[in-house]
C-alpha cells in the first residue's frame, strides 16, 4: 500500500490533518466542559450550603414547622430541580413534592447500596444526563444535640437535584454541531491537499513515467508538455533535452554505423582484391625468380656474366622479399577457423613484420627488437590463436606507424623473466596522447584518426584478443614523447 508516493502523501496529510484538528478541538472541547461542570457544581455546593444554614437557623430557633417553607422557596429558583429531606431509613421526611412524603427515596431513581455508599462520605455530585444531584448529610451538631440523639451523628440527608444551564445545554447539544463542523474542516483540508496533489505532483509525475516507458520502447518523439516553470517543470524541460540529445546520439550512432557498414564492406572488397592481386603476382613473380636463379647460375658460369653476378643476387633477394609479402597478404586475407594451441610468439612477430617491413622502410622507422627469452626462443611460447595474435601485432605496430612523423623509432620486445607471464610490450617516440584520449582508446569507433585513415576498432579488437587470451593490456603515453601499450600472456601447464 505505500509503495506508491501518492499512497503515503495520502496516509501522513490525512493523519497530520486529523492531528492537527482533532487534537485542538478535543483540547477545548474538555476545557469548556470541565469550565462548565466546575460552575454547575459550584452552584449546586452552594445551594447545599445555603439549605443547610438556613435549616440549622430554624432548628436553632425551634421552627421546625417551617423547613418545607425553606425548601419549597429553594425549589422556586431556577434551574433547581428538587429538593427532599430523608432520614437514615430513607424514609422522605420533607420535599417539594408533597406526595412524595413518607415514602422511600428508592422508588424515585436512587439505589438504596448505592445511596448508603454516597450516604456515608463527604457530599459528591454526580451527573445523570442534563441534571445535576447531590447527596449531603445534615450533621448532629452540639446545638442540635438539645433536641436529637446525641448517639447519632446524622439528623437526616438532603437530597438536591439542579438543571443544567441554558448556556451548559447549549454547549452540550452543540458538542455534536463542534464535532461534525471538525470533520467537515478535515474532510475540506484532505480534500484540498489531493486536489493539489493530483495537480501539482501525481499528474506530472505519471505523464513523466509514462514518457519514460516510451523512451523506453524506443520512441524518440516522446516530449513532456511543460506548462510551468516549477520544480517539475524544469524536470520536464530536461527530459525534453535529453531525449532530444538522445535522438540526435542515436541518428549520429546510426549514421556512423551505416557508414562504417559501407567502410566494411570496401575494406572487405579491397581484401579480396588484394588476395587476388597478390595471387596474380605469385605467377610472374615465380617465373622472375626462376629465371633469375637461372642467370645467377649461368653468371657463375660465364666470365662476361660475372660483374653481374651481385647484382643478380640482389634482384634474386628482393623478388623473395616481395614473395614473402604477397604469400602473407594471402594467408591474412584467408578467414582462418579459430586454433588455440602451443605459439612461438617471436615467430609470430617476425611473421607480421615481414608484412608491415615496407611501411617502416618508407617513413625511414628504426626498429629495435628487444627479445629477453635466454638462447631458447621457445621459452616465448603461449596458448593462443596464430591469426588474432597476427592481427594483435599488426594493428599496434600499424597505430605506431601511424603516431610517428617521421625518421622515429619503434621498439618490440618480449620478457620471459617472469615464471607466471610472458610479456610483450611495443613502444614508439610519436606523438602521444593526452589523458582523455588515453581513457577513451579501447572504445569502438573512437578514432583521432582522419575517416581516411581509421574506423576506431584496431585497439577495440586488440582488446577483445587480449580477453580471449586471458591477457592485460596497460598503456602509457606522454604528448610529445609517445605511447607504450604492454601486454602480459599467461603461460603454465593450464594455458600450455
Known amino acids: 500500500m505505500l509503495a506508491s508516493v501518492k499512497n503515503r502523501f495520502i496516509l501522513f496529510t ?11 478541538t478535543y483540547f477545548f472541547l474538555g476545557l469548556f466542559r470541565l469550565n462548565f461542570e466546575q ?12 439549605i443547610e444554614n438556613g435549616l440549622n437557623s430554624m432548628m436553632l430557633e425551634r421552627t421546625e414547622k417551617n423547613v418545607q417553607k425553606i425548601i419549597n422557596r429553594f425549589a422556586n ?3 433547581v430541580n428538587h429538593i427532599r429531606l430523608f432520614d437514615s431509613h430513607g424514609n422522605i421526611l420533607y420535599s417539594v413534592n408533597p406526595k412524595e412524603i413518607g415514602k422511600s427515596i428508592t422508588k424515585f431513581g436512587h439505589n438504596y447500596e448505592q445511596l448508603n455508599r454516597q450516604m456515608k462520605g463527604p457530599p459528591k455530585i454526580f451527573r445523570n444526563k442534563n441534571i445535576f444531584f447531590t447527596i449531603a448529610q445534615i450533621l448532629n451538631r452540639a446545638e442540635c444535640q438539645t433536641c436529637h440523639d446525641t448517639n447519632k451523628k446524622v439528623i437526616a440527608y438532603l437530597d438536591i437535584e439542579t438543571d443544567m444551564t441554558r448556556a451548559e445545554v447549549n454547549y452540550y447539544s452543540g458538542l455534536m454541531y463542534i464535532i461534525i463542523l471538525a470533520l467537515l474542516s ?29 523512451l523506453k520502447k524506443g520512441n524518440f518523439n516522446t516530449f513532456i508538455p511543460v506548462r510551468k516553470k516549477d520544480e517539475i517543470g524544469r524536470i520536464g524541460d530536461h527530459f525534453n ?24 564492406d570496401r575494406l572487405i572488397k579491397l581484401g579480396e582484391l588484394a588476395s587476388e592481386m597478390a595471387h596474380e603476382i605469385n605467377n610472374p613473380v615465380g617465373i622472375v625468380i626462376s629465371r633469375t636463379e637461372y642467370l645467377r647460375m649461368e653468371a657463375n658460369n660465364r666470365s662476361e656474366l660475372k660483374e653481374f653476378g651481385e647484382d643478380f643476387d640482389v634482384i634474386y633477394n628482393q623478388l623473395q622479399k616481395v614473395a614473402r609479402i604477397t604469400a602473407h597478404i594471402l594467408k591474412y586475407s584467408k578467414k582462418l577457423p579459430r586454433n588455440f594451441r602451443k605459439i612461438n610468439l617471436i615467430e609470430v612477430i ?30 616465448a611460447s603461449i ?40 610479456r610483450i610490450w611495443f613502444e614508439d617516440n610519436g606523438i602521444g596522447m593526452v589523458e582523455e584520449v588515453r581513457k577513451q582508446i579501447f572504445s569502438p569507433f573512437f578514432t583521432t584518426k582522419s575517416p581516411t585513415k581509421g574506423t576506431g576498432l584496431g585497439l577495440y579488437i586488440v582488446q ?3 580477453k580471449n587470451h586471458e591477457a592485460s593490456i596497460d598503456v602509457e603515453s606522454v604528448p610529445g614523447k609517445g605511447s607504450k601499450f604492454t601486454i602480459d600472456f599467461p603461460v603454465g601447464e593450464q594455458y600450455l
Request: net charge neutral.
Open 39 to 50: 460552575r454547575s457544581e459550584i452552584f449546586l455546593q452552594a445551594t447545599v450550603r445555603v
Open 241 to 264: 533535452e535529453m531525449v532530444t540529445e538522445l535522438k540526435r546520439s542515436r541518428e549520429q550512432i546510426e549514421q556512423m554505423h551505416e557508414e562504417h557498414l559501407l567502410r566494411a
Open 464 to 466: 577483445k584478443i587480449c
Open 383 to 422: 596458448f593462443g590463436d596464430t591469426q588474432q595474435i597476427e592481427q594483435l601485432i599488426t594493428n599496434l605496430v600499424n597505430n605506431a606507424i601511424d603516431a610517428i612523423p617521421h625518421k622515429g623509432k619503434l621498439e618490440i620486445g618480449i620478457d620471459c623473466s617472469d615464471m607466471g607471464k610472458i
Open 14 to 24: 490525512v493523519l497530520l490533518i486529523i492531528i492537527s484538528v482533532g487534537v485542538p
Open 77 to 79: 429558583e431556577k434551574y
Open 350 to 379: 617476425e611473421q607480421s613484420l615481414l608484412m608491415l617491413e615496407p611501411k617502416l622502410l618508407r617513413k625511414q622507422i628504426k626498429l629495435i627488437k628487444k627479445y629477453s627469452c635466454g638462447s631458447d626462443s621457445k621459452n
Open 186 to 214: 478535515v474532510i475540506i483540508l484532505i480534500s484540498g491537499f489531493y486536489v493539489l496533489f493530483r495537480y501539482l505532483i501525481d499528474r506530472p509525475l505519471r505523464n513523466l513515467n509514462h514518457a519514460i516507458d516510451e
